[in-house]
Structure formats: structure tokens, C-alpha cells
């Protein structure tokens, strides 16, 4: 998503096994303005409009406070632990799971 040419921020959603699974990043000047729960409200319903999920999970760093309470305003609950590479650093770093159930 841009705003006035800006790159805001990207995210998007895929198959995994059992569902769909999304991913969201974006640029350190627009943390803080709404502009994740508003993306994510949207693609939240045109991926359950769309297809047939069952649910849709995320994952964020545990240092990434922030993304997991973006994720509990869009109704996911945090369902575990896990570990998982972080490009920007170059290694594997603790991530916490969640999940939001189709309506």
C-alpha cells in the first residue's frame, strides 16, 4: 500500500495446510496509525469471502508487541510458541502464534 508515493507497508495472505496463514510488514514511519488493523479487516474478509478456510494464523516476534495487539483488535487469539527466522537479523528468533476462526 502507498500513501502520497510512500511505500506504507505490504499484506497478504496464503494457503497452508489446514487454512490460511498471514503476513504483514511495514515501513517504521506508519507503526502507530491504524493502517494494519484497517489492511487486516479487509483482507480478513475478502480471504474469508473467497475461500473456503477454516481459519487464518499469524505469527509475530515476541519482541513485536505491538503486532500481536493489531492482531487481538482483528479477532485472533494467541494459540502458542514457536521459532522463526528473522531476516533482518539473519537468525531464528522466539515467535508467538495466533489464530482467528472463520465467523
Known amino acids: 500500500v502507498f500513501r502520497a508515493g ?3 507497508g505490504a499484506m497478504g ?4 495446510e489446514t487454512g490460511g496463514d498471514m503476513g504483514y510488514m511495514f515501513a517504521r514511519a506508519h507503526w ?3 493502517y494494519a488493523t484497517e489492511m487486516g479487516r479487509a ?7 473467497r475461500y473456503a478456510w477454516p ?5 509475530v516476534f515476541e519482541g513485536n ?3 500481536g495487539r493489531v492482531l487481538a483488535k482483528l479477532g485472533f487469539a494467541e494459540t ?5 527466522l528473522c531476516a533482518a537479523q539473519g537468525r ?4 508467538r502464534t495466533f489464530r482467528r476462526a472463520r465467523p
Open 92 to 95: 531464528d528468533l522466539p515467535m
Open 32 to 34: 502507530g496509525r491504524g
Open 55 to 59: 481459519h487464518i494464523s499469524a505469527c
Open 13 to 16: 495472505a496464503t494457503r497452508d
Open 65 to 67: 508487541p505491538a503486532s
Open 43 to 49: 483482507l480478513i474478509s475478502a480471504c474469508f469471502a
Open 6 to 8: 510512500e511505500l506504507v
Open 80 to 84: 502458542g510458541r514457536c521459532a522463526g
